[in-house]
């Protein structure tokens, strides 16, 4: 085997190198195992070469949130017609434009449904992106996340909704599927060597006594609702808050359904 670094030790650093490192780390390791020191192993340079690039651990988290509503956001972008014009929840509405309120509807299902593909292709880091807010003002969260919030009100905007009504409907979207996706994905196995659904769970550590639901929905609870219970949620929020979208049923979202699959 040659002591010659590999061409990817040898490329140039850069934050979007150092994040994408940082990321690799925490999917294959979890956030506990996240650190300056781990990623500059995973890189192969000195610790401090980091700093540069990410002045914290703060900003190494932070940025791990801006890469997956990058990730978003290109997903969103890609979603183009086939004469070149953006769908409404594939980028934010031309100024002036108007956006149909069952057209608000699907283009929400789009947006929470590409929010939640990223999230099951990164369940050990997507917790930081209902964690994070809490701690970073709007302002100086990153401009992927931003954007995100931005093409929502938009949107809201564009179907015509007064401020009220987008104010109300931009909170319970963002907190239904950020609370979702974090329940969903959450953990739940206790021993994964376990072969018996039961004791894999680890039910037997909840006394009969005290959580006899919680012992006989367990098995259930370990299955992922997946974006079919995503869809049905947020069509209860949208029946409610604007009911004047349920005209039709979101086909993207329908169209998009995952299989129920085991945490």
Known sequence: MSDEPSTSRRERLTRERVLRAALAVADAEGLPALSMRRVAVELGVETMALYRYTESKDDLLDGLVETLFMQVEERLSDAARPDGARRPGGAEAPGGATVALP????????????????AVEHPHVIS??????????????????????????????????????????????????LGYVVIDLRAVVDDPDEPDP?????????????????????PALAERGGEEELATGLDALLTVLAPDTAGRGPAAGRAGRSRRAPR
């Open 198 to 218: 039961a004791f894999r769970l680890g039910l037997h550590r909840l006394p009969a006594r005290d959580f006899p639901l919680l012992r006989a929905y367990g």
């Open 103 to 118: 057209e608000l509807r699907d283009a929400l299902h789009r947006i929470a449904r590409e929010l939640y593909r990223v």
């Open 128 to 177: 930081l992106c209902a964690s994070r807010p809490l701690t970073v003002p709007l302002a100086r969260r990153p401009a992927a996340v931003l954007r995100v919030h931005e093409r929502l009100l938009t949107l809201f905007r564009a179907a015509g909704l007064d401020d009220g009504a987008a104010l109300r409907t931009y909170r319970a979207f963002i907190s239904w599927v």
